[in-house]
């Protein structure tokens, strides 16, 4: 999710053998190079199409081979860690990008995206049939939303069941005395799904009240690590990665879509998904892409952020990086709605909200959970 994701974050939405699933695919190019494209203003038209992102972006080859008869553009895709690690990278080359567009700025570091001018305008072509409660920068279009998914804490069904104990439930149960030193969760700094469990959390208690329950769950035992993949595939006990690294963490923060991915990738495929999802814990996250400023192929860039939410690429999306599209009507996949958690409740800011504190939050935090 991813991100989830996440989703980046995200996602998973996102790794492993579940990497598979999200953080692998890269289609190299097959023309022309980025550099050697004018925007289509005159000369020599590259062939290539560069996306920028965090490690979970994922594509079946197939929908991306029709992105590229329909238009004549091969996409090559640059993976650049974690969406927090991806995004400063841009803010460090911004004017010179690395590629033409910028997949998973997420609500939770949008204002920051925007206020250091990372992206060109425009507005994507069928954007009307996105939900509008995800178009976070409608007026100015500089970026377009493409997915949501919702960052929760994630449990190892065997383990509980093994202790005998139920599973929390809430923000509430994670400070329990029964839960002591079964979490782990990202760095809120450096990972966007750690980031959304915090911003959860300040949902949940408030401003007088968040600083608190940091304080009991970090005296319960919570492990933080840098990002969503070693929580997921090395910390946690109920992953495919986790089983292989003797992860012992049966509790992880990361997204209400992992499930499907541990039934998808098992061989065989069970009856009943391994993990579960602690519904009272979840976030909701909306990923974004925008054609990046001083992008050397404008008109390629333009030409992907179309297709990303043309229903081609939205069906495409929910079984490769967990996510739920943005775009009315576009359904899911049995295997993601039977095996995926519904989360009727999530915890939200507000992007101004957000923009205004969240280096503040971030700071407080750092202080009381990793210093």
């Not at 953080?23 to 097959?30: D, E, I, Q, S």
């Not at 860690?81 to 004017?95: Q, R, V, W, Y």
């Not at 910390?235 to 992860?247: D, E, H, L, R």
Request: proline share 5%; glycine share 10%.
């Amino acid at each position: 999710m991813g991100t989830i994701r996440t989703r980046t974050g995200v996602r998973s939405a996102a790794s492993a053998a579940i990497a598979a699933a999200i953080g692998v695919a890269t289609l190299a190019a097959c023309g022309g190079s980025a550099s050697s494209d004018d925007g289509g203003s005159g000369g020599t038209k590259s062939k290539t199409v560069t996306l920028v992102s965090h490690d979970s972006f994922n594509a079946s080859p197939a929908v991306l081979k029709e992105f590229t008869k329909e238009t004549g553009y091969t996409v090559k895709v640059l993976k650049s860690g974690d969406a927090g690690e991806a995004l400063n990278k841009e803010i460090l080359t911004k004017g010179s990008p690395q590629g033409d567009v910028f997949f998973g700025v997420d609500n939770t570091l949008l204002s920051r995206a925007l206020d250091n001018g990372l992206f060109t305008p425009y507005e994507a072509k069928g954007l009307n049939r996105v939900d509008v409660s995800a178009r976070l920068d409608q007026e100015k279009h500089r970026v377009t939303p493409i997915d949501t998914g919702d960052i929760c804490v994630n449990y190892d069904k065997k383990y509980f069941a093994d202790k005998k104990l139920a599973p929390p439930q809430s923000f509430d149960d994670l400070i329990k005395p029964q839960y002591k030193n079964l979490l782990v969760t990202e760095n809120a700094a450096t990972s966007s799904p750690g980031l959304g469990f915090l911003l959860g959390t300040v949902a949940r208690y408030g401003d007088g009240g968040w600083q608190d329950y940091w304080k009991k769950l970090k005296a319960n035992g919570v492990q933080v690590v840098d990002g969503w993949e070693q929580a997921y595939n090395e910390s946690f006990s109920g992953s495919a990665g986790g089983q292989k690294a003797k992860g012992d963490r049966p509790l992880v923060v990361s997204y209400a879509s992992s499930p499907p991915v541990e039934v998808l990738y098992a061989k065989p495929q069970p009856q009943q998904a391994p993990t579960g999802v602690a519904t009272g814990t979840c976030f909701r996250q909306t990923e974004f892409a925008g054609l990046l400023d001083g992008a050397k192929n404008q008109a390629g860039g333009k030409a992907l952020l179309d297709f990303l939410i043309s229903e081609k690429f939205q069906t495409d999306m929910p079984l490769n990086m967990f996510v739920n599209p943005v775009v009315e009507g576009v359904a899911l996949p049995e295997l993601f709605t039977k095996f995926g958690a519904t989360v009727d409740r999530p915890e939200t800011v507000a992007p101004d909200r957000i923009a205004a504190n969240r280096e503040q939050w971030i700071q407080s935090w750092s202080s009381l959970v990793v210093k």
